[in-house]
């Protein structure tokens, strides 16, 4: 079979499933796991990489008021790279290609391959997802098993979690300006033992503002900058102590600001997620989740200074 993958969470799904080599095709965002940079790139943004996180914003309300894709798909190449199945998203046109642009894409070649849309909104879906794609890889029954494996992780989370008490939380999916962060990270915090402030489950993000952020309260504030990994959220967030009320929020008194790696383990409908999870879980509860001797808490995230 050959596949394409016009997602980075698609892509790890097909890995985990067991069918990487079937890739033919991925988007310019593809990182994991290593080695799928070499495939053949269908996608490429019409924002650049260097810009600051507020000129990020700027340049996405533009085009998209403008109706304009955020994305741009290489027809010719897909038409090429033959394949007999493409995996595409429908939740967020920010975030991939939009589906519209696919399918108007497959229209014109001359054997449409098989379209698999995913919309995850919550981990269960995630999960789902990932079945379902192994299922359409022939490998449904390893997909099943290590979906398994996964659920056996988060039920060891909740039990060492249950009765502890739940701090507030509050995760932040852009800084400037801030959005919660919706969908599935409401739900990984409340496994996790946290309350989440600013989202319910499968909520989708929106526009916030600091004083706001600051007068609910938060014990504990995330900073996870949607496609951002550790360190460049950590630049982004080096303005955030100038703000007015900063130094008042309980989240900064108790040092318990983080900044995390979005791209890996919160922004992405992936298998990832789960350690995701396990990641909150360190933060929100350090004493009943003793770090590992190797890919330790403090390797993925760092504290904001005061």
């Given at each position: 079979m050959r596949v394409v993958s016009l997602l980075p969470s698609a892509t790890e799904m097909v890995h985990f499933a067991g069918g990487g080599e079937w890739l033919v095709g991925v988007t310019h965002e593809c990182d994991h796991p290593p080695g799928v940079e070499a495939l053949p790139k269908l996608t490429s943004s019409?924002?650049?990489?260097n810009?600051?996180?507020?000129?990020?914003?700027?340049?996405?309300?533009r085009l998209v008021t403008d109706e304009e894709s955020i994305y741009a798909l290489d027809a010719d190449l897909l038409e090429s790279l033959a394949p007999d199945l493409v995996i595409t998203q429908g939740l967020c046109e920010v975030c991939a290609v939009s589906t519209n642009l696919v399918e108007e894409a497959l229209s014109g070649l001359g054997r449409e391959p098989e379209l698999m849309v995913l919309n995850p909104t919550s981990l269960e879906d995630v999960l789902e997802d990932t079945v379902r794609i192994g299922e359409a890889l022939g490998r449904g029954g390893q997909a099943r098993r290590d979906v398994g494996a996964l659920r056996d992780r988060l039920d060891e989370i909740e039990q060492a979690v249950a009765g502890l008490r739940r701090p507030s939380v509050g995760c932040i999916e852009w800084l400037d300006?801030?959005?919660?962060?919706?969908?599935?990270v409401p739900e990984m915090v409340r496994l996790a033992g946290g309350r989440e402030l600013f989202a319910g489950p499968g909520e989708r993000s929106v526009r916030l503002d600091w004083p706001s952020v600051f007068e609910a309260a938060p014990e504990v504030l995330v900073l996870m900058p949607c496609g951002f990994g550790a360190a460049r959220a950590a630049g982004e967030a080096e303005a955030l102590p100038s703000l007015p009320g900063w130094p008042d929020v309980p989240a900064v008194r108790e040092d318990r600001v983080w900044v995390v790696d979005a791209n890996s383990y919160f922004s992405r409908p992936a298998p990832r997620l789960v350690e995701g999870v396990e990641i909150l879980a360190r933060i929100l509860h350090p004493g009943a989740f003793p770090e590992k001797p190797e890919g330790n808490i403090a390797s993925r995230l760092s504290p904001v200074l005061k």
């Open positions: 019409r924002i650049g990489s810009l600051s996180g507020a000129e990020i914003d700027a340049e996405v309300n300006p801030p959005f919660s962060a919706g969908h599935w």
